[in-house]
């Protein structure tokens, strides 16, 4: 059903960049990014299409901003997590129960990174984001086994990356609420493993 063009009523609520970017979030997450046309976006916003063009250069510039937003809203729920333990080992191992709260959401695709850097072009300004994203989540690991005392947290990171990784893809195949637990229970065994005290 189409939703009727009415910018100013709604204004008051949400931007029309706002709108857009929240069509665009939940259209390229859910049907992919090179399959939902900028008209699909603009109907499920409920802008006038001027309202795109205002905002975006075109729909590399949205695509971009919506694996932008993606990435933002995915450190802010690891950083809230972090944020509620104080034991460095908590703190490393608490990356998989923020994975476990995503793979349990209904609308749950996988790896909103993953599905977009394999369906855009290889110039697209959205890969730029999704290396960012790459780096930023090897790094926090690193970061947080050094402080759980790792001997070497720059291999005990890529070893849970692994994990995490294998976990986000298994369920987006296959929808089995254990899997987020079976990832957390290898890298309890990882991290204790890796940060035995001499």
């Known amino acids: 059903m189409?939703?009727?063009v009415n910018e100013k009523t709604s204004s008051s609520r949400q931007s029309a960049r706002e709108r857009l970017l929240a069509?665009?979030?939940e259209l390229f997450y859910q049907e992919g990014v090179q399959s939902v046309g900028i008209d699909k976006v603009i109907e499920r916003a409920g802008v006038a299409k001027a309202s795109l063009y205002g905002n975006f250069k075109g729909k590399d510039d949205l695509v971009r901003a919506y694996l932008y937003a993606h990435y933002e809203a995915r450190r802010a729920a690891i950083e809230a997590e972090l944020?509620?333990?104080r034991a460095p080992r908590d703190r490393l191992l608490s990356i998989f129960?923020?994975?476990a709260e995503a793979i349990a959401k209904?609308?749950?695709?996988g790896c909103a990174f993953l599905r977009a850097s394999a369906e855009m072009p290889a110039d697209a300004s959205g890969r730029e984001v999704v290396r960012a994203a790459r780096r930023w989540t090897p790094e926090l690991l690193s970061g947080l086994a050094k402080e759980a005392g790792a001997a070497r947290p720059k291999s005990l990171a890529r070893q849970l990356l692994l994990i995490y990784d294998g976990?986000?893809?298994?369920?987006?195949l296959d929808?089995?609420?254990g899997i987020a637990a079976a990832a957390k229970a290898a890298a309890v065994l990882l991290v204790d493993s890796a940060c035995k005290k001499a």
């Open 83 to 85: 944020a509620r333990h």
């Open 97 to 99: 129960d923020t994975l």
């Open 167 to 172: 976990a986000a893809a298994s369920a987006q």
């Open 23 to 25: 069509a665009a979030g």
């Open 175 to 177: 929808p089995d609420p």
């Open 2 to 4: 189409k939703r009727p």
């Open 106 to 109: 209904p609308n749950y695709r």
